[in-house]
């Protein structure tokens, strides 16, 4: 229910209201022992930590994401923590490390795998770990090209 708050949040543009309905997911979901809810809570505390302008917070957050999905067998979580890292290391400035995180996600969803049952929440309030990785790597293809653009010679 605290994720939902986090969603409508979102949608309202209510950044606060929604650091704090992440805030409170991490609380109750790591004394529950729901890691994949831990994981994607905080990879909302590290959008909006993003989204305020603060990349190395972020970065944080989202590896700790990572690894929290990681470390409970969370396959989904790891790959839309993946794609969030992504975000955070293109806006920094490292392009082929993202690159590379949106191809393992893409790779990832081309597996055979159960899908667990707080898979649909989930997919339920962000976009799709693969489609958002396939974005990511489409938006990295654009910047890249209109880098070179802007670096051509007259």
Same mark, same amino acid.
């Given at each position: 229910?605290?994720?939902?708050?986090?969603?409508?949040?979102?949608?309202?543009?209510?950044?606060?209201?929604?650091?704090? !309905?992440?805030?409170?997911?991490?609380?109750? *979901?790591?004394?529950?022992?729901?890691?994949?809810?831990? !994981?994607?809570?905080?990879?909302?505390?590290?959008?909006?930590?993003?989204?305020?302008?603060?990349?190395?917070?972020?970065?944080?957050?989202?590896?700790?994401?990572?690894?929290?999905?990681?470390?409970?067998?969370?396959?989904?979580?790891?790959a839309h923590a993946r794609v969030g890292l992504g975000r955070i290391l293109a806006?920094?400035?490292?392009?082929?490390?993202?690159?590379?995180?949106?191809?393992?996600?893409?790779?990832?969803?081309?597996?055979?795998?159960?899908?667990?049952?707080?898979?649909?929440?989930?997919?339920?309030?962000?976009?799709?770990?693969?489609?958002?990785?396939?974005?990511?790597?489409a938006g990295l293809g654009d910047g890249r090209a209109a880098t070179a653009a802007?670096? *051509?010679? *007259?």
């Amino acid at each position: 229910a605290i994720l939902l708050d986090a969603w409508v949040a979102e949608r309202r543009h209510d950044g606060d209201a929604a650091m704090d !309905a992440y805030g409170r997911t991490l609380d109750l *979901a790591g004394r529950a022992g729901f890691a994949d809810h831990t !994981a994607f809570a905080l990879s909302g505390l590290a959008s909006r930590t993003l989204a305020r302008g603060d990349l190395g917070r972020a970065e944080q957050l989202e590896r700790r994401a990572l690894a929290t999905a990681e470390a409970a067998g969370s396959a989904w979580a790891a790959a839309h923590a993946r794609v969030g890292l992504g975000r955070i290391l293109a806006a920094a400035g490292d392009s082929e490390t993202a690159a590379t995180l949106y191809r393992n996600v893409l790779a990832w969803s081309q597996l055979p795998r159960p899908h667990g049952p707080r898979e649909s929440l989930f997919v339920a309030l962000v976009e799709d770990p693969a489609a958002a990785a396939a974005a990511g790597l489409a938006g990295l293809g654009d910047g890249r090209a209109a880098t070179a653009a802007a670096d *051509a010679p *007259a």
